[in-house]
């Protein structure tokens, strides 16, 4: 009895047990997590849904106004780029959220399994313990009927004792049992404990979650306030530039409106104008109408006026002609008049300064002095004793060729009139005759600057007149003639008297170019040049031994009266003066001396008698004074530069050319003192010759007669200059 009553009170005492650990087991705990999350899931998900909605809308909004560059819309750009950003993290937030879902799920789903396992094994104990009560009720019934059957009792008792071994072997299985579902349990327990830290982690998840939508949706709210701010700026700009739109446009409205009634009362004040202007339109027009009337007679009698006027002026004009004409012969009468009295024959010394090539030392200190307050005495040093002579003009060392030039160019302009000039430089070797006449390049002589001087003159006349300049070279050595322009200039020309008997000379062969430029001068020039060169080996040296002539021809004719004149401007660098020893040259130097001594003593004797006007000029005494007869004789003009060096050891030589310069000048003295001067002069050394025969007179100057001098010499070559350009 005791055991059967133990018994139940362990049978209670475990359905106690199981009712105790059924609320343990947490059945309903789980279940009321999972509706936890699955209410906390719901809510999120409505979350999302209304920030998507939101953002939506937030896409969908117009943007404002565009202000293309504006800080708003940069602003506005800034911040939708900041949204895309967001969009993208609530994305992976919502891919993150979406994969705990899952595993939620999946525990849930575990747990529903557990759940009906737990249920099973409940169900199982239930059927064990109700099969245990009904054997409990079955055996207390039998102990009722065997204690109501007394005799037999010890027996019941004893199979009651034998059945309550039965009993207690499966009490003690169902025990074993309970151990196994107690451990079962305790798994479950454990299972439970993991999915609680899980259903944890997964709360802090969502709870992170959570606050990064909340940091989003304040991000968002504040776009979107940012977004709005700047609507509402902008709203309010284009609500003040309405405005101001407004205001101006109603200024301008009030102008206009007030230009309107001025206009009006304009009108109203024109009408009466248009009026008076329609009636004097009127009374024009009637006047119109007898115009061509008025003019053909106003025409007529200013045509007769015009016709007077013309008269006159035309009478006027033929006036000032015939003065002009006089003017111009007066003119030339005067400048005729001054070169007389400065002599028709001029010479001028010119210095050279102390060179380089003069050397050092004794020798090569300065001879030569100069009157500060007359420039027509030079003062030399020779031998010690100090010599002074007068000459027409005297240029030191310092003189430029423009000052030279200064001194000539009343001649060479003369030629432009008609008349013919000669320059010569006379002077010893390295005494500068070459640079007077020929210049350098940078600083040209006489010879270029005189070509200038002729084109600009001629340049100036051009309306008046028409000339043509045209230049030969040529150059006389050993007394031979040759042509520094001809294609063959070995070829030794002769000078010949014109067959028409003017008594004129020409060379015939002589190459003549036609010159319009300077450029035009400078290839003539240049042509000689090479010429002399391919010639002579030495140049320098040749040079000095030979004449060099550059004849220049002017010739003119006046458009008006159809007057010709020609002009000759011959330049002369002569042939080194310096006397050879007699002893020392032999030879082909000796006969050269000879020639040059010959010829610049003709040349002397010729100035000479020309300047004390003797009947008698001996020009045939060399090529060159007879080549240039017609430029020496009647009332041509003469310029001899003499060359001098300054220093000591040329002393001979310079007091020599400075003798000759002075007894050139002074032939002109007298008839008395002429003879006496000659008788003198003909003890130098290259004057020592005989006259040669008589020679007529030129009778006229070459430039005089029309068709005459050397442009009609015959069967000189004449070519115009090509410019190579
Ligand atoms: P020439 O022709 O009489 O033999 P050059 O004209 O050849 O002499 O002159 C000899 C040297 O003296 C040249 O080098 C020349 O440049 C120089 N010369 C001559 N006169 C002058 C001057 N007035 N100024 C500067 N140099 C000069
Ligand atoms: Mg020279």
Redesign the pocket.
Do not use: F, H, L, V
């Given at each position: 009895m005791v055991c059967v009553g133990s018994l139940k009170g362990k049978l209670i005492s475990q359905a106690q047990e199981v009712s105790r650990l059924r609320p343990e087991l947490g059945g309903t705990d789980l279940e009321k997590h999972r509706d936890l999350l699955m209410v906390e899931n719901e809510r999120l998900r409505q979350e999302m849904r209304r920030c998507e909605a939101e953002l939506q809308e937030l896409r969908a909004k117009p943007v404002a106004a565009p202000c293309t560059g504006c800080e708003h819309s940069q602003e506005s750009a800034q911040l939708r780029d900041r949204l895309s950003q967001l969009q993208l993290e609530v994305a992976e937030n919502k891919s993150m959220l979406s994969e705990l879902n899952l595993e939620v799920q999946q525990k849930t789903d575990r747990l529903a399994e557990v759940e009906l396992r737990l249920k099973d094994c409940l169900a199982e104990k239930a059927q064990e313990e109700e099969r245990l009560s009904r054997r409990l009720r079955d055996s207390h019934e039998t102990i009722a009927s065997l204690r109501a059957q007394s005799p037999p009792i010890k027996y019941v008792i004893k199979t009651v004792e034998v059945e309550s071994s039965k009993t207690k072997q499966a009490l003690s299985e169902s025990q074993t049992q309970n151990q196994h579902l107690q451990e079962q349990v305790a798994m479950q327990r454990q299972v439970l404990k993991e999915m609680e830290q899980q259903l944890q982690s997964s709360h802090q998840l969502t709870s992170q979650l959570r606050a990064q939508i909340a940091m989003y949706e304040s991000e968002l709210e504040r776009a979107h306030g940012q977004m709005l701010e700047e609507m509402q700026s902008l709203e309010e700009d284009k609500n003040r530039a309405i405005e101001e739109a407004f205001a101006r446009a109603q200024v301008e409205m009030k102008a206009v409106h007030e230009n309107l009634a001025g206009v009006r009362t304009n009108l109203l004040t024109l009408q009466p104008a248009l009026r008076t202007l329609t009636n004097d339109y009127n009374g024009l027009k009637r006047q119109v109408r007898g115009f061509p009337l008025l003019l053909q007679e106003a025409l007529k009698s200013v045509k007769a006026e015009i016709g007077q006027a013309i008269e006159e002026v035309n009478n006027n004009n033929q006036e000032l002609l015939r003065k002009y004409r006089r003017e111009l012969q007066l003119r030339k009468k005067c400048h005729n008049e001054l070169v007389r009295l400065k002599g028709n024959i001029r010479v001028i010394a010119?210095v050279?300064?102390v060179?380089k090539?003069d050397g050092e030392g004794p020798e090569a200190i300065n001879a030569v002095t100069f009157d500060p307050d007359d420039d027509s005495i030079i003062h030399l040093v020779h031998k010690g004793k100090p010599v002074s002579f007068e000459l027409d003009k005297v240029f030191s060392?310092r003189a430029s060729q423009q000052d030279v030039f200064q001194e000539v160019q009343a001649l060479i302009t003369s030629c432009i009139d008609g008349f013919n000039v000669c320059i010569f430089a006379y002077?010893q070797?390295?005494?500068?005759?070459?640079?007077?006449m020929e210049g350098t390049p940078e600083n040209p002589g006489i010879n270029q600057r005189a070509l200038q001087l002729l084109f600009s003159e001629v340049q100036e006349k051009a309306s008046d007149w028409e000339y043509t300049i045209s230049v030969s070279a040529a150059e006389i050595y050993n007394e031979a003639l040759r042509d520094l322009l001809g294609q063959e200039p070995q070829e030794k020309l002769e000078i010949r008297l014109c067959p028409d008997g003017s008594g004129q000379l020409y060379v015939p062969g002589l190459t003549e170019f036609q010159v319009q430029s300077v450029e035009d001068i400078n290839k003539v020039f240049e042509f000689g040049h090479t010429n002399r060169t391919t010639e002579f080996t030495n140049l320098n040296e040749h040079s000095?031994r030979s004449h060099a002539l550059l004849i220049v021809t002017v010739r003119g004719v006046d458009c008006s009266t159809g007057l010709r004149t020609t002009g000759k401007l011959n330049l002369v660098?002569l042939a080194?003066s310096e006397r050879v020893g007699k002893s020392g040259a032999e030879g082909s130097r000796l006969r050269e001396a000879q020639h040059i001594n010959k010829s610049l003593s003709a040349l002397g004797d010729v100035i000479a008698a020309l300047r004390s006007r003797q009947g008698h000029v001996p020009f045939r005494n060399s090529k060159l004074t007879y080549l240039l007869q017609d430029s020496l004789s009647g009332d041509s003009k003469t310029l001899m530069v003499v060359?001098v060096s300054p220093v000591e050891k040329n002393t001979s030589e310079t007091l020599y050319s400075l003798k000759f310069a002075e007894r050139v000048r002074s032939v002109e003295l007298g008839p008395g003192s002429r003879r006496a001067e000659l008788g003198s002069w003909s003890s130098q050394e290259h004057l020592e010759w005989e006259p040669a025969c008589q020679m007529p007179q030129p009778s006229a100057r070459a430039h005089s007669a029309p068709g005459s001098g050397t442009s009609s010499r015959p069967g000189s070559i004449r070519r115009r200059l090509q410019p190579s350009a």
């Open positions: 010119r050279r300064p060179t090539e060392p002077g070797t390295g005494a500068g005759k070459t640079y007077t000095s660098d080194g060359q």
